[in-house]
Protein backbone atom coordinates (compact mmCIF):
# COMPACT_ATOMS: atom_id res chain seq x y z
CA UNK A 1 0.00 0.00 0.00
CA UNK A 2 1.02 3.36 -0.68
CA UNK A 3 1.74 6.03 2.18
CA UNK A 4 1.21 9.81 1.62
CA UNK A 5 2.64 12.03 3.43
CA UNK A 6 -0.01 14.68 3.22
CA UNK A 7 -3.70 13.94 2.71
CA UNK A 8 -4.68 15.66 -0.50
CA UNK A 9 -7.51 18.40 -0.43
CA UNK A 10 -8.18 18.73 -3.72
CA UNK A 11 -9.13 15.87 -6.18
CA UNK A 12 -10.12 15.42 -9.93
CA UNK A 13 -11.12 11.70 -11.29
CA UNK A 14 -10.77 11.11 -14.87
CA UNK A 15 -13.23 8.55 -16.16
CA UNK A 16 -15.01 9.71 -18.78
CA UNK A 17 -16.76 6.93 -20.71
CA UNK A 18 -17.79 3.27 -20.42
CA UNK A 19 -20.73 3.31 -18.18
CA UNK A 20 -20.30 -0.31 -17.03
CA UNK A 21 -16.76 0.93 -16.13
CA UNK A 22 -18.19 4.23 -14.70
CA UNK A 23 -20.54 2.09 -12.35
CA UNK A 24 -17.61 0.17 -11.35
CA UNK A 25 -15.35 3.06 -10.60
CA UNK A 26 -17.61 4.28 -7.92
CA UNK A 27 -15.81 2.21 -5.54
CA UNK A 28 -12.88 4.31 -6.15
CA UNK A 29 -15.16 7.43 -5.70
CA UNK A 30 -16.49 5.79 -2.26
CA UNK A 31 -12.73 4.71 -0.79
CA UNK A 32 -11.55 8.17 -1.59
CA UNK A 33 -14.49 10.21 0.55
CA UNK A 34 -13.73 7.55 3.56
CA UNK A 35 -10.41 8.36 3.20
CA UNK A 36 -10.50 12.12 2.88
CA UNK A 37 -13.90 13.05 3.73
CA UNK A 38 -13.26 17.20 3.52
CA UNK A 39 -11.79 17.16 0.21
CA UNK A 40 -12.59 18.70 -2.94
CA UNK A 41 -13.91 15.46 -5.30
CA UNK A 42 -14.42 16.42 -8.64
CA UNK A 43 -14.90 14.13 -11.44
CA UNK A 44 -14.39 14.21 -15.16
CA UNK A 45 -16.90 12.49 -17.92
CA UNK A 46 -18.53 12.63 -21.17
CA UNK A 47 -21.62 14.87 -21.26
CA UNK A 48 -23.57 11.57 -22.44
CA UNK A 49 -22.88 9.75 -19.51
CA UNK A 50 -21.85 12.35 -16.78
CA UNK A 51 -25.66 12.61 -15.53
CA UNK A 52 -24.98 8.56 -13.66
CA UNK A 53 -23.23 11.00 -10.75
CA UNK A 54 -25.82 14.04 -11.06
CA UNK A 55 -26.60 14.39 -7.12
CA UNK A 56 -24.10 12.10 -5.85
CA UNK A 57 -23.57 13.53 -2.09
CA UNK A 58 -19.76 11.79 -2.55
CA UNK A 59 -18.73 14.20 -5.45
CA UNK A 60 -17.87 18.30 -4.97
CA UNK A 61 -18.42 19.02 -8.66
CA UNK A 62 -19.06 16.94 -11.81
CA UNK A 63 -17.20 18.54 -14.97
CA UNK A 64 -18.59 17.51 -18.44
CA UNK A 65 -16.58 17.39 -21.13
CA UNK A 66 -17.64 19.56 -23.84
CA UNK A 67 -19.21 17.74 -26.76
CA UNK A 68 -16.49 16.72 -29.43
CA UNK A 69 -13.88 17.60 -26.90
CA UNK A 70 -11.77 14.92 -28.28
CA UNK A 71 -12.13 14.77 -31.96
CA UNK A 72 -10.74 17.83 -33.17
CA UNK A 73 -7.66 20.34 -32.54
CA UNK A 74 -10.35 22.92 -31.61
CA UNK A 75 -12.10 20.69 -29.54
CA UNK A 76 -9.01 20.05 -27.94
CA UNK A 77 -8.14 23.90 -27.56
CA UNK A 78 -11.86 24.09 -26.23
CA UNK A 79 -11.19 21.55 -23.61
CA UNK A 80 -7.91 22.58 -22.44
CA UNK A 81 -9.31 26.22 -21.85
CA UNK A 82 -11.95 24.60 -19.68
CA UNK A 83 -9.83 22.49 -17.71
CA UNK A 84 -7.24 25.52 -17.04
CA UNK A 85 -9.91 27.40 -15.48
CA UNK A 86 -10.04 24.80 -12.92
CA UNK A 87 -8.16 25.35 -9.48
CA UNK A 88 -4.84 23.21 -9.08
CA UNK A 89 -5.22 19.85 -7.67
CA UNK A 90 -3.21 18.08 -5.42
CA UNK A 91 -4.09 14.76 -7.46
CA UNK A 92 -5.42 14.20 -10.38
CA UNK A 93 -6.28 10.33 -10.85
CA UNK A 94 -6.83 8.38 -14.76
CA UNK A 95 -9.24 5.47 -13.95
CA UNK A 96 -9.19 4.51 -17.37
CA UNK A 97 -5.59 4.42 -18.41
CA UNK A 98 -6.18 5.52 -22.20
CA UNK A 99 -4.12 7.79 -24.32
CA UNK A 100 -6.68 10.14 -24.87
CA UNK A 101 -7.46 9.93 -20.54
CA UNK A 102 -3.72 10.71 -19.91
CA UNK A 103 -3.65 14.03 -22.11
CA UNK A 104 -7.17 14.87 -20.47
CA UNK A 105 -4.84 13.86 -17.18
CA UNK A 106 -2.36 16.30 -17.90
CA UNK A 107 -4.34 19.20 -19.29
CA UNK A 108 -5.15 20.04 -15.48
CA UNK A 109 -2.83 21.55 -12.98
CA UNK A 110 -2.00 19.17 -10.59
CA UNK A 111 0.98 18.31 -7.95
CA UNK A 112 0.50 14.52 -8.43
CA UNK A 113 -0.83 12.84 -11.59
CA UNK A 114 -1.73 8.81 -10.83
CA UNK A 115 -3.45 6.68 -13.46
CA UNK A 116 -3.57 2.92 -14.42
CA UNK A 117 -0.54 1.01 -16.42
CA UNK A 118 -1.91 0.18 -19.37
CA UNK A 119 -0.10 -0.81 -23.16
CA UNK A 120 -1.73 2.68 -24.47
CA UNK A 121 1.27 5.65 -25.21
CA UNK A 122 1.15 8.65 -23.08
CA UNK A 123 2.29 6.61 -19.59
CA UNK A 124 5.24 9.80 -19.52
CA UNK A 125 2.49 11.80 -18.49
CA UNK A 126 1.69 10.54 -15.41
CA UNK A 127 3.31 10.98 -12.30
CA UNK A 128 2.89 7.16 -10.71
CA UNK A 129 1.35 4.27 -13.00
CA UNK A 130 -0.95 1.60 -10.86
CA UNK A 131 -1.03 -1.94 -12.63
CA UNK A 132 -5.00 -3.28 -12.88
CA UNK A 133 -4.24 -5.72 -9.88
CA UNK A 134 -7.37 -6.79 -7.39
CA UNK A 135 -8.66 -9.64 -6.33
CA UNK A 136 -9.95 -12.36 -9.15
CA UNK A 137 -13.62 -11.89 -10.29
CA UNK A 138 -14.37 -9.44 -7.91
CA UNK A 139 -16.52 -6.93 -8.94
CA UNK A 140 -14.81 -3.83 -9.76
CA UNK A 141 -11.81 -5.14 -8.43
CA UNK A 142 -9.38 -2.50 -10.46
CA UNK A 143 -10.78 0.01 -8.54
CA UNK A 144 -10.81 -1.23 -5.70
CA UNK A 145 -7.21 -2.04 -5.63
CA UNK A 146 -6.67 1.45 -6.81
CA UNK A 147 -9.10 2.97 -4.03
CA UNK A 148 -6.25 1.06 -1.33
CA UNK A 149 -3.67 2.21 -3.37
CA UNK A 150 -3.91 5.45 -2.86
CA UNK A 151 -5.54 6.25 0.63
CA UNK A 152 -3.69 2.85 2.44
CA UNK A 153 -6.71 2.29 3.68
CA UNK A 154 -9.19 -0.87 3.88
CA UNK A 155 -11.26 -1.90 0.50
CA UNK A 156 -13.85 0.60 0.25
CA UNK A 157 -16.42 -2.16 -1.01
CA UNK A 158 -18.37 -2.69 -4.38
CA UNK A 159 -19.77 -0.19 -6.74
CA UNK A 160 -22.53 1.99 -4.93
CA UNK A 161 -24.95 4.16 -6.64
CA UNK A 162 -27.71 6.05 -4.92
CA UNK A 163 -30.22 7.91 -6.91
CA UNK A 164 -30.65 11.50 -6.47
CA UNK A 165 -34.06 13.01 -5.17
CA UNK A 166 -34.85 14.71 -8.38
CA UNK A 167 -34.49 11.18 -10.42
CA UNK A 168 -36.54 9.66 -8.16
CA UNK A 169 -39.00 11.88 -8.60
CA UNK A 170 -38.94 11.68 -12.35
CA UNK A 171 -38.47 7.24 -12.00
CA UNK A 172 -41.76 8.17 -10.29
CA UNK A 173 -43.46 10.05 -12.68
CA UNK A 174 -42.33 7.00 -15.47
CA UNK A 175 -43.77 4.79 -13.44
CA UNK A 176 -46.96 6.35 -13.10
CA UNK A 177 -47.38 7.11 -16.45
CA UNK A 178 -46.95 3.46 -18.05
CA UNK A 179 -48.44 1.95 -15.10
CA UNK A 180 -45.43 0.27 -14.18
CA UNK A 181 -45.71 -1.10 -10.29
CA UNK A 182 -42.92 -1.15 -8.38
CA UNK A 183 -41.32 -4.59 -8.28
CA UNK A 184 -41.44 -5.25 -11.47
CA UNK A 185 -38.51 -7.20 -12.91
CA UNK A 186 -35.95 -5.27 -14.85
CA UNK A 187 -34.60 -6.67 -18.51
CA UNK A 188 -31.50 -5.12 -19.55
CA UNK A 189 -30.53 -7.22 -23.24
CA UNK A 190 -28.74 -4.63 -24.84
CA UNK A 191 -24.53 -4.20 -25.33
CA UNK A 192 -21.96 -2.93 -27.36
CA UNK A 193 -20.64 -6.16 -28.84
CA UNK A 194 -22.99 -8.81 -30.83
CA UNK A 195 -20.92 -11.57 -29.06
CA UNK A 196 -22.11 -10.17 -25.06
CA UNK A 197 -25.65 -10.20 -26.19
CA UNK A 198 -27.89 -13.25 -25.29
CA UNK A 199 -30.17 -14.44 -28.16
CA UNK A 200 -32.71 -12.18 -28.91
CA UNK A 201 -36.16 -14.82 -28.91
CA UNK A 202 -35.01 -15.84 -25.50
CA UNK A 203 -35.79 -13.10 -23.98
CA UNK A 204 -39.68 -13.38 -25.03
CA UNK A 205 -39.17 -17.36 -23.85
CA UNK A 206 -37.93 -15.93 -20.50
CA UNK A 207 -40.56 -13.31 -19.55
CA UNK A 208 -43.37 -15.75 -20.56
CA UNK A 209 -42.22 -18.12 -18.32
CA UNK A 210 -41.85 -16.46 -15.40
CA UNK A 211 -45.28 -14.66 -16.34
CA UNK A 212 -46.73 -18.32 -16.14
CA UNK A 213 -44.64 -18.61 -12.90
CA UNK A 214 -46.75 -15.23 -11.19
CA UNK A 215 -43.53 -13.33 -11.85
CA UNK A 216 -43.68 -9.99 -12.86
CA UNK A 217 -44.65 -7.74 -14.55
CA UNK A 218 -41.15 -7.01 -16.80
CA UNK A 219 -39.52 -4.01 -18.51
CA UNK A 220 -37.08 -3.59 -20.44
CA UNK A 221 -34.46 -1.24 -20.81
CA UNK A 222 -31.79 -0.27 -23.35
CA UNK A 223 -30.75 3.43 -25.29
CA UNK A 224 -32.15 5.14 -28.21
CA UNK A 225 -29.50 3.40 -29.94
CA UNK A 226 -31.19 0.00 -28.77
CA UNK A 227 -34.75 0.90 -30.53
CA UNK A 228 -35.10 -1.43 -33.34
CA UNK A 229 -33.72 -4.48 -31.49
CA UNK A 230 -36.03 -3.65 -28.93
CA UNK A 231 -38.79 -3.80 -31.57
CA UNK A 232 -37.80 -7.33 -32.19
CA UNK A 233 -37.32 -8.59 -28.68
CA UNK A 234 -40.95 -6.64 -27.46
CA UNK A 235 -42.90 -8.42 -30.17
CA UNK A 236 -42.01 -11.69 -27.81
CA UNK A 237 -42.83 -10.47 -24.55
CA UNK A 238 -45.55 -10.98 -22.59
CA UNK A 239 -48.84 -8.14 -22.35
CA UNK A 240 -47.23 -7.04 -19.25
CA UNK A 241 -44.27 -5.80 -20.11
CA UNK A 242 -43.42 -1.99 -20.51
CA UNK A 243 -40.66 -1.02 -23.10
CA UNK A 244 -38.87 2.15 -21.76
CA UNK A 245 -35.65 1.73 -24.44
CA UNK A 246 -34.84 4.86 -24.83
CA UNK A 247 -37.06 6.42 -22.40
CA UNK A 248 -35.16 6.70 -19.47
CA UNK A 249 -32.26 9.67 -18.66
CA UNK A 250 -28.59 8.37 -17.39
CA UNK A 251 -29.44 9.92 -14.66
CA UNK A 252 -32.79 8.42 -14.41
CA UNK A 253 -31.51 4.71 -14.15
CA UNK A 254 -30.52 3.97 -10.82
CA UNK A 255 -33.89 5.31 -9.51
CA UNK A 256 -35.73 2.92 -12.15
CA UNK A 257 -33.52 -0.30 -11.11
CA UNK A 258 -33.98 0.87 -7.60
CA UNK A 259 -37.73 0.08 -7.53
CA UNK A 260 -37.00 -3.45 -9.32
CA UNK A 261 -37.42 -6.85 -7.28
CA UNK A 262 -35.03 -8.50 -9.43
CA UNK A 263 -31.96 -7.13 -12.71
CA UNK A 264 -31.52 -9.86 -15.54
CA UNK A 265 -28.81 -8.57 -17.80
CA UNK A 266 -26.15 -9.71 -20.16
CA UNK A 267 -22.65 -8.33 -19.34
CA UNK A 268 -23.68 -4.40 -19.37
CA UNK A 269 -23.93 -1.04 -17.72
CA UNK A 270 -27.29 -1.52 -16.85
CA UNK A 271 -26.78 -4.61 -14.87
CA UNK A 272 -24.36 -3.50 -13.02
CA UNK A 273 -26.29 -0.15 -12.03
CA UNK A 274 -28.56 -3.58 -10.56
CA UNK A 275 -25.97 -4.51 -8.24
CA UNK A 276 -24.57 -0.64 -7.66
CA UNK A 277 -28.66 -0.03 -6.24
CA UNK A 278 -28.08 -3.09 -4.20
CA UNK A 279 -30.94 -5.15 -6.27
CA UNK A 280 -30.96 -8.81 -6.35
CA UNK A 281 -29.12 -9.56 -10.26
CA UNK A 282 -28.49 -12.17 -12.51
CA UNK A 283 -26.11 -11.84 -15.04
CA UNK A 284 -25.41 -13.59 -17.96
CA UNK A 285 -22.49 -14.08 -19.51
CA UNK A 286 -20.26 -15.65 -22.26
CA UNK A 287 -17.26 -13.91 -23.89
CA UNK A 288 -16.09 -11.81 -21.05
CA UNK A 289 -14.51 -12.90 -17.82
CA UNK A 290 -17.41 -13.13 -15.40
CA UNK A 291 -17.35 -11.26 -11.79
CA UNK A 292 -18.64 -13.67 -9.35
CA UNK A 293 -18.17 -12.05 -6.04
CA UNK A 294 -17.56 -8.84 -3.66
CA UNK A 295 -21.12 -7.64 -4.68
CA UNK A 296 -23.33 -6.09 -1.84
CA UNK A 297 -26.77 -7.44 -2.90
CA UNK A 298 -27.55 -10.87 -4.23
CA UNK A 299 -26.11 -12.10 -7.31
CA UNK A 300 -25.72 -14.86 -9.32
CA UNK A 301 -23.75 -15.19 -12.54
CA UNK A 302 -24.72 -17.62 -15.28
CA UNK A 303 -21.75 -18.74 -17.04
CA UNK A 304 -20.72 -21.89 -18.94
CA UNK A 305 -17.03 -20.97 -19.28
CA UNK A 306 -16.63 -23.03 -22.30
CA UNK A 307 -13.09 -24.03 -23.88
CA UNK A 308 -12.73 -20.78 -25.89
CA UNK A 309 -14.21 -18.33 -23.58
CA UNK A 310 -13.36 -15.92 -22.20
CA UNK A 311 -12.57 -14.69 -25.82
CA UNK A 312 -12.90 -10.76 -25.31
CA UNK A 313 -13.19 -8.79 -28.51
CA UNK A 314 -11.84 -11.91 -30.44
CA UNK A 315 -14.60 -14.71 -30.81
CA UNK A 316 -13.08 -17.85 -32.63
CA UNK A 317 -16.90 -19.33 -33.39
CA UNK A 318 -17.91 -17.53 -36.23
CA UNK A 319 -20.99 -15.73 -35.16
CA UNK A 320 -22.26 -18.96 -32.82
CA UNK A 321 -21.62 -17.89 -30.01
CA UNK A 322 -22.68 -20.90 -27.92
CA UNK A 323 -21.04 -19.39 -24.78
CA UNK A 324 -24.78 -17.62 -24.57
CA UNK A 325 -27.14 -19.26 -27.12
CA UNK A 326 -26.23 -22.37 -24.43
CA UNK A 327 -27.63 -20.32 -21.77
CA UNK A 328 -31.48 -22.10 -22.20
CA UNK A 329 -34.47 -19.42 -21.46
CA UNK A 330 -35.73 -22.50 -19.23
CA UNK A 331 -32.64 -22.30 -16.96
CA UNK A 332 -32.34 -18.77 -16.71
CA UNK A 333 -35.69 -18.57 -15.56
CA UNK A 334 -35.22 -21.30 -12.81
CA UNK A 335 -32.26 -19.34 -11.22
CA UNK A 336 -34.51 -16.32 -11.58
CA UNK A 337 -37.09 -17.72 -9.51
CA UNK A 338 -34.84 -18.91 -6.88
CA UNK A 339 -33.45 -15.60 -6.77
CA UNK A 340 -36.38 -14.12 -6.28
CA UNK A 341 -37.01 -16.51 -3.63
CA UNK A 342 -34.40 -16.51 -1.59
CA UNK A 343 -34.69 -12.44 -1.42
CA UNK A 344 -38.57 -11.99 -0.89
Not at 87 to 116: C, E, H, N, S
Not at 151 to 161: C, E, K, N, S, Y
Not at 192 to 219: I, N, V
Request: charge should be positive; proline fraction near 8%.
Amino acid sequence: MSNRPQPPRRILIVRISALGDMVFCTSLLEGLRRAYPGAYIAWLAQPTLAGLLEGDARLSELIRLPAGALDSLSGLLETRRLLAKEPKFDWVIDAQGLFKTRLLARMVRARRRYGFGSKEPGGFLMHELVPKDGEPRTIGREYRHLARYLTGGPDPGAPRLVPSLLASERAADIMRSTHLPPGFIALCPFTTRPQKHWMEPYWGELARRLRDLGLGPFAVFGSPADRDAARRIMAGMPENTVDLVGATRISDLSAMLDRASLVIGVDTGLTHIGSAVRKPVLALFGSTCPYTGGADSPLKVMYLALPCAPCKRHPTCGGVFMCMRDLKPERVAAEAQKLLLETA
